[in-house]
């Protein structure tokens, strides 16, 4: 499949491409990227012209009706937001959508960069500084989505919100051994941030540090499968700040477990859950959302990941809900730095 | 990774080779997921017994049929390379595709590795190149397998230095502290044309020449 793939490309899409300003120089290489053993995700192909040592182009491919409802949104997204000016050189460039033996092919310009979870694998950005650094980008790039797909506000999430989900989550793991007090506190404090509204804007759907390409131009943001519009806006933030949590380097070399690796943080003080909390609060300010109004949000954000719907059709084994669902677990039975007055 | 994910892994092989349903292609070894997707597919999958050692052991002492459009051999580990190898690479037919995994011999890994691995010989690509050219094969494109050929990770051309520079730059993730050390010095081999030397297994992607049989 690669190699007529690659003849697509050199021959019959060549023109249209060449409109779009990519040049093509054959032979060209593919290098498919993407775990070899997931074999339901899609297919991913990064293509380098004769000598170049950048690829020029992404290849993703879907082979299935799910995945091209995905790519289709995918590729329906970038289309949209390629034209705004703050996503000029931080979104790929769709370039075309393309049948192949049953298969539908998006072509979008590469995107430059290392992503920030191989940089932390390779304990690369670690030090408070770089981790500052990397938290003001992702915080940009989110504020710039909302600036540009702001349409409206949703009504901050009540008790009633709050018990269904509690409910939600009963029915599919049985009932939960929630703290003492635990459900009189959120329900109180959803009581008192009734008046408060959130901002109806779109969300990126998978914003974590993998998805997220640091080159000394900046920022990039790639994996848009997910985009959602309208949706509220805490999503993206939480979804970075917990799996950056999870992805950070805690042990060095060694293996952190990752509720451990939650709880370092979420719960512990040390300079990254400080400036983690900070980050937080900083990101939610401009909305005047208070600290707690935050917790429950985040709560919120974490009680919908352990829910079977968070994921549609995961293909990993075990499903995600379920670590999840650990972390919500970890998260209750103890204080947050954001109740810390 | 586990057992089931490393046989997932070589089933995503048969990307690498032109593939359309209804043609015949033969798997040497019985990678049970890589046959079970070919056939899901709708190829017709002949599986082909691994070689004795020794020609004159071979359960096959006839002339091989010519049958197949494509061959799968996602590990070649025998000794017996000329001529076990190319008995079984005749029985491709003239055009035929060919995806060839192998151990390689010049990797710089077995210089820093204490492990023996027992039942896997090692042969360098231009030997296997060699071979191929004298069974009438021309060589399409290379691939380093990450980080094993038993189930390798992600495939990185190495016909030019380029893509595996990349792949060291900006993907590659090291395992352990050692890793990470010579992750710069991957990088320079590769920026400098050595980039074969960095994978432990190599798969050459390969076509029969179209006319004749391909005896040479």
Known sequence: MITE?????????RDELSQAGIRIRPPLYGLKIGDLSSMNRKINILVFNHREKQPTLILRIAHNEEQRTFL??????????????????????????????????????????????????????????????????????????????????LPFPDSAVMNNKLAQLDTFYGPINLPKGYRERI?????????????????????????LLISPRGLGVVDWEGYAHPEQIFHDIFFFMTTYSLSYPWRGWNECPTELAFKLGFLEKNWLSEMIKDTLLLFFQKWEIPPRAIYLLLTLFLI????PSAIANDPRYPPQHSKWFGLFQTFIQGKSLLLDD | MNAIESGYSQAELRFFLPLAPGQRVGVLGDSKPLIETLTADGLTVTIISPPADHPLITDDPGNPNIDLDHLIIPEYSSDCYDPCLSRILQRLKPGGWLLL????????????????????????LGKSSDLLYRNGFHIVRCYGAYDELEHPEIMVPVDTGEAAYFFFKNIFVPATRFAAWTRPVATLLASIGLQRLLFRGLVIIARRASGGNGDH
């Open chain 1, 72 to 153: 289709n949104n995918e590729y329906k997204t970038l289309s949209g937001l390629a034209g705004k000016t703050a996503f000029l050189s931080a979104i790929p460039l769709p370039l075309g959508l393309f049948e192949f033996q049953k298969k539908l092919v998006a072509v979008e310009r590469n995107l430059a960069g290392v992503s920030l979870f191989a940089l932390l694998l390779r304990k690369k950005h670690t030090r408070p500084k770089w981790v500052q650094r990397d938290f003001r980008l992702a915080c940009d790039f989110l504020c710039d989505l909302e600036r540009a797909t702001m349409d409206g506000s």
């Open chain 1, 187 to 211: 329900l109180g404090i959803a009581n008192e941030c009734r008046s408060l509204t959130l901002r109806r804007c779109a969300r990126h759907g998978d914003f974590w540090a993998g998805n």
């Open chain 2, 101 to 124: 995994g192998i151990h390689n011999s010049e990797a710089l890994f077995h210089i820093f590795s204490k492990k023996k691995p027992v039942g896997r010989s090692r042969i360098s």
């Open chain 1, 5 to 13: 793939l690659l003849e697509k490309v050199e021959h019959e899409w």
């Open chain 1, 304 to 307: 919908e990941m352990s829910l």
